[in-house]
């Protein structure tokens, strides 16, 4: 009897070059790469999950969530019904039910190019199509009448992170109505990965909540109150989809943890946003010791209003600048990672504590003879 292979769905997919940048790096290596915040969990939502467990036996919830916190939820997108959110391990998990919900074999799904790369994946194994949507070179701003035109072309599904994830890239108030005016004249659906929106250091950002009715709006608490490891996300979806939303995470994974989702509810509340405060905080500061050391590189270097990243051009392969600052200690992401569009930049995480963070970059300049 032949051994079991892999199913087609899967050939061609492999794991994304963000994931075998950072399994290559040698032991003790100081990580710039990943997509998450290398602080410790606040004091205060550690004292809360001990209590937590002190007071009750986590079991199973409702395959959509624990209903105080669809109603927290609910409360960050002002005018939406607790019964529109589905409570998911993850924003990534959320997407995925989230297309699974909507798209057929062959619907083809724009992407921008630079965006993060799960969603293409996450396409494929759904058998879609993908359109990518170029940013400009700066990867600062878009040409929407090109992406009108891409449009146009016949697509289903728009999914986008916003800020977005490489570049830090924010729409205008402006630019967000009209991308939504657009996907509402071609009746196109809008997923929309805010999972960073609480992570900026300007204004409040602009928000497609509100601006058209075929929207899906993705967050959870990973980044805002560093707890990636709680795998807590969520999707907002029009009261259309919430049923198929919830039967497609049924047969996923079937609930959240319990003890990720009481403590998501604190964390939502007033006071558990102190510990979202102390989060930006320590990005905040973060963020100053890597402008100063790196600001020489002037028009190189990309210091987006939001996100925990920096983008560094570079003059040679990016992928090679990776492998060889990997050799000497220090992980990040090639551009390529992301698209075509940001070839030849790197993806630099800099929510790390201080005195890594100095030696990591102090790596990056040696190794790029910038001093």
């Known amino acids: ?55 009750a036996t986590p079991v199973y919830t409702p395959n959509a969530g624990l209903s105080e916190l669809r109603s927290a939820i609910a409360a960050l997108y002002p005018g939406s019904d607790p019964e529109d959110i589905c409570v998911c391990n993850g924003a990534e998990e959320a997407l995925f039910v989230s297309l699974l919900s909507i798209l057929d074999t062959g619907d083809a799904v724009a992407i921008p190019d630079p965006d993060y790369p799960a969603y293409a994946a996450i396409c494929a194994l759904l058998e879609a199509k993908v359109v990518r949507l170029p940013y400009l070179e700066s990867l600062q701003a878009a040409d929407l009448d090109e992406w009108e035109r891409l449009i146009a072309g016949g697509v289903e599904v728009l999914v986008l992170s916003h800020p977005s994830n490489p570049a830090g890239h924010v729409f205008s108030e402006a630019d967000a109505r009209r991308l939504a005016c657009l996907c509402e004249e071609y009746e196109v659906t809008l997923v929309v990965d805010e999972i960073y929106r609480e992570l900026f250091f300007c204004d409040p950002l602009p928000s497609f909540h509100g601006h058209l009715e075929n929207l899906i709006l993705l967050g959870g608490v990973s980044k805002s109150h560093c707890m990636s490891g709680w795998r807590l996300g969520w999707a907002l979806v029009p009261p259309t989809l919430s049923a198929a939303v919830v039967k497609a995470r049924q047969y996923v994974s079937t609930c959240s943890n319990w003890l990720s989702q009481q403590l998501a509810i604190y964390a939502l509340s007033p006071l558990g ?99």
């Not at 199913?7 to 950072?22: N, W, Y």
């Not at 992401?333 to 930049?345: C, Q, T």
Request: glycine fraction near 8%; hydrophobic fraction near 45%; charge should be positive.
């Open 1 to 55: 009897m032949p051994l079991p292979s892999e199913a087609q769905r899967l050939r061609g997919i492999e794991l994304s070059l963000i994931r075998k940048v950072t399994q290559a790096a040698p032991p003790g290596a100081i990580n710039l790469a990943l997509g998450e915040l290398g602080f410790p969990l606040p004091q205060i939502l550690r004292e809360e999950a001990l209590r937590l467990l002190q007071t």
């Open 273 to 371: 946003g102190a510990a979202a405060e102390e989060v930006l905080d320590q990005l905040k500061t973060c963020r100053a010791q890597a402008l100063e050391r790196l600001g020489h590189f002037g028009g190189r270097l990309l210091a987006p209003p939001a996100t925990p990243y920096l983008m560094l051009k570079v003059d040679a392969d990016d992928l090679d600048i990776c492998a060889r600052l990997a050799k000497k200690g220090v992980v990040c992401v090639p551009g390529s990672a992301f698209g075509k569009v940001s070839r030849g930049w790197l993806r630099l995480n800099y929510a790390v504590p201080n005195t890594k963070l100095a030696t990591g970059l102090d790596i990056i300049c040696d190794e790029l003879h910038f001093h």
